[in-house]
T-cell receptor
Framework: TAGITQAPTSQILAAGRSMTLRCTQD?????MYWYRQDLGLGLRLIHY???????GKGEVPDGYSVSRANTDDFPLTLASAVPSQTSVYFC??????????FGAGSRLTVL | GIQVEQSPPDLILQEGANSTLRCNFS?????LQWFHQNPWGQLINLFY???GTKQNGRLSATTVATERYSLLYISSSQTTDSGVYFC????????????FGAGTRLFVKA
């Protein structure tokens, strides 16, 4: 089934450790996105990429980095996790300016 | 930056009732989408509607881009409509940057 695969599904991480959330899509979409969802705050854009080789900052980029080496993969890295990064992380993709398709989410707890 | 405001924040309906959800945005946008997040966390696109009116079964949406708002209509609500409804706007500049509102949490009682 075509779509977006996120891994891991959930993770508990000690503060100060690094972590990479993986996102792979098989729809050959140009644009990819990372959002975090916190209770009462909806989805907030962390980083996005219009096409392979380019990335841009969203609403809440601090403490996160991304890369877009190819069309299919868009990993999100937390270099030194802090408790405020406890959240559910969603990866999404779209054709240029088109409908967003979401992954199932990755639940991260930083202790 | 752009502000995306949704109302009401919470809504409780009796099964069979109708409702209207609103999304206001503070700047010009390239497009607007409505999503439903079910109780299991899955996000599903309902409408891609930069302007005009679309209908899909019991749901319909209208976007008036010149007045910077969109409405989502739910008719004859069912318990399976429960969840959170989000609108999302793609900014007018800066590529495909898409920003979400805080959502409307809907609970439909049997």
């Amino acid at each position: 089934t075509a779509g977006i695969t996120q891994a891991p599904t959930s993770q508990i991480l000690a503060a100060g450790r690094s972590m990479t959330l993986r996102c792979t899509q098989d729809m050959r979409h140009n644009a990819m996105y990372w959002y975090r969802q916190d209770l009462g705050l909806g989805l907030r854009l962390i980083h996005y990429s219009n096409t392979a080789g380019t990335t841009g900052k969203g609403e809440v980029p601090d403490g996160y980095s991304v890369s877009r080496a190819n069309t299919d993969d868009f990993p999100l890295t937390l270099a030194s996790a802090v408790p405020s990064q406890t959240s559910v992380y969603f990866c999404a993709s779209s054709e240029a300016g088109g409908v967003l398709t979401f992954g199932a989410g990755s639940r991260l707890t930083v202790l | 930056g752009i502000q995306v405001e949704q109302s009401p924040p919470d809504l409780i309906l009796q099964e069979g009732a109708n409702s209207t959800l609103r999304c206001n945005f503070s700047d010009s946008v390239n497009n607007l989408q409505w999503f439903h997040q079910n109780p299991w966390g899955q996000l599903i696109n309902l409408f891609y509607i930069p302007s005009g009116t679309k209908q899909n079964g019991r749901l319909s949406a209208t976007t008036v881009a010149t007045e910077r708002y969109s409405l989502l209509y739910i008719s004859s609500s069912q318990t399976t409509d429960s969840g959170v409804y989000f609108c999302a706007v793609e900014l007018g500049t800066g590529g495909f940057k898409t920003i979400f509102g805080a959502g409307t949490r809907l609970f439909v009682k049997a």
